[in-house]
């Protein structure tokens, strides 16, 4: 019996753009755990009246890609909700980010592979 010479589960089946895309995928997922449990623990300091997370640790987080859960931690935690300066530099940045989505997934910027 010969065998092919290349069997299809040696070869490289999976594109290189979805090995990239499950990076992505998971510096996401910590990212936005990251930003979460920064929230949960600034509250807790707030509480406790002890040092805090800097607002721009936690602006920068949102900006790296964890504002989603920036806004799900003002929300589950009621923290920074009364800071106007931080909600609209927040919500820039996910305007920004959402504004970035969308020119993605129109076309805007060419394909890189």
């Given amino acids: 019996m010969k065998f092919p010479r290349d069997f299809s589960f040696a070869r490289e089946t999976v594109p290189v753009y979805a090995k990239t895309m499950w990076i992505a995928v998971v510096y996401l997922w910590a990212i936005n755990v990251?930003?979460?449990?920064?929230?949960a623990w600034d509250?807790?300091?707030?509480?406790?009246?002890?040092g805090r997370v800097p607002e721009?640790?936690?602006?920068?987080?949102?900006?790296?890609?964890g504002s989603p859960c920036a806004l799900l931690g003002r929300w589950i935690f009621r923290h920074k909700t009364r800071k106007r300066g931080f909600s609209i530099r927040l919500f820039?940045?996910?305007?920004?980010q959402m504004s970035l989505i969308y020119?993605?997934?129109?076309?805007v910027f060419p394909d890189p592979l």
């Fill in 92 to 96: 820039v940045i996910l305007g920004v």
């Fill in 56 to 65: 721009r640790r936690l602006l920068w987080l949102a900006a790296l890609g």
């Fill in 34 to 39: 990251l930003t979460l449990l920064a929230f």
């Fill in 103 to 107: 020119a993605q997934l129109a076309g």
């Fill in 43 to 50: 509250k807790a300091r707030a509480r406790r009246r002890k």
